[in-house]
């Protein structure tokens, strides 16, 4: 066989094949991870909430 035959044989099985192999292995996606930024943000508001009132609390005694 020469080259040429080699190439022109079947050039559509490897992509036949894998459109076959997703088509058998599907798979469920994972559901999207919560963004954790508005937590963070609330926790430090709390905090300095937290810290203007024991400082004006603290100046006023």
């Not at 992509?15 to 508005?38: D, H, I, W």
């Amino acid at each position: 066989m020469s080259q040429n035959e080699e190439k022109q044989a079947d050039p559509a099985g490897s992509t036949m094949m894998f459109r076959r192999f997703v088509a058998e292995n599907k798979e469920t996606e994972t559901a999207p991870r919560r963004p954790l930024t508005p937590y963070i943000l609330a926790g430090v508001g709390v905090v300095v909430a937290v810290g203007i009132i024991v400082t004006v609390v603290m100046t006023w005694s």
